[in-house]
């Protein structure tokens, strides 16, 4: 059983940048590719970005080219790097789970945190 605290979530004006943090636990982390989704109020969640075991990384046309995940395995730890942030942004942010191959659809992954909310103010 894996369990995903994300952090780093807050409030920031339109262009900044914020670093969002997931620390798993009770897993082996570098068995699984990560993923960030994220849900505004009134939406679907929608996938944000994903690292493979190996490294590799797949973005949504929304966030490609402003936003960068990475893993540290020796931290247990994935962290996705927003710039240029738009106020189209905020949501809810998810970090998620899977064992193996990188998928981009929310029913495909079986390990959840709990949410950190981005705010950004226009």
């Known amino acids: 059983q894996v369990q995903l605290v994300e952090s780093g979530g807050g409030l920031v004006q339109a262009g900044g940048s914020l670093r969002l943090a997931c620390a798993a636990s009770?897993?082996?982390?570098?068995?699984?590719?990560m993923a960030w989704f994220r849900q505004a109020p009134g939406k679907d969640r929608e996938f944000a970005a994903a690292?493979?075991?190996?490294?590799?990384?797949v973005y949504s046309d929304s966030v490609r080219g402003r936003f960068t995940v990475s893993r540290d395995n020796a931290k247990n730890t994935v962290y996705l790097e927003m710039n240029s942030l738009k106020p189209e942004d905020s949501a809810a942010y998810y970090c998620a789970a899977r064992v193996f191959f990188l998928r981009t659809e929310e029913k495909d992954y079986e390990y959840w945190g709990q949410g950190t909310q981005v705010t950004v103010s226009s």
């Open positions: 009770g897993g082996t982390f570098s068995a699984y590719t």
């Open positions: 690292i493979s075991r190996s490294g590799t990384t």
